[in-house]
């Protein structure tokens, strides 16, 4: 399993950004994808999570109303598209696949494929 993540950059506080994540070597209807980031010094924290259907999607409370997850089933790719991009928001992003059931779909440990992270830093 591959999970290819892209998009990342420098962007300024104000702009946006769109990350995808290529997944491979699974059948990715199947799975439910999500993303998490983990900024230097802290733990990695769950930003959003979208059902393998894509019938329902989860937010972290910091990003709700920023960021827009979505997924193309016939392209195996999931996407995350971050607007109104904030200092706070600099961290590596990994995209993740699992079948989580509903009460875990915000749980890095419920999530079994982990892609490389790609960075994202938004300056002030």
């Known amino acids: 399993v591959q999970l290819q993540a892209s998009g990342g950059g420098t962007v300024q506080a104000g702009d946006s950004l769109r990350l995808s994540c290529a997944a491979s070597?699974?059948?990715?209807?199947?799975?439910?994808m999500a993303w998490f980031r983990q900024a230097p010094g802290k733990e990695r924290e769950f930003v959003s999570s979208?059902?393998?259907?894509?019938?329902?999607?989860y937010y972290a409370g910091s990003v709700k109303g920023r960021f827009a997850i979505s997924r193309d089933n016939a392209k195996d790719t999931v996407y995350l598209q971050m607007n109104s991009l904030k200092p706070e928001d600099t961290a590596v992003y990994y995209c993740?696949?699992?079948?989580?059931?509903?009460?875990?779909?915000?749980?890095?440990?419920?999530?079994?494929?982990w892609g490389q992270g790609t960075q994202v830093t938004v300056s002030s």
């Open positions: 993740a696949a699992g079948s989580p059931i509903t009460s875990q779909m915000r749980e890095p440990s419920a999530f079994g494929y």
């Open positions: 070597g699974l059948t990715f209807s199947r799975y439910s």
């Open positions: 979208i059902r393998y259907n894509g019938g329902s999607t």
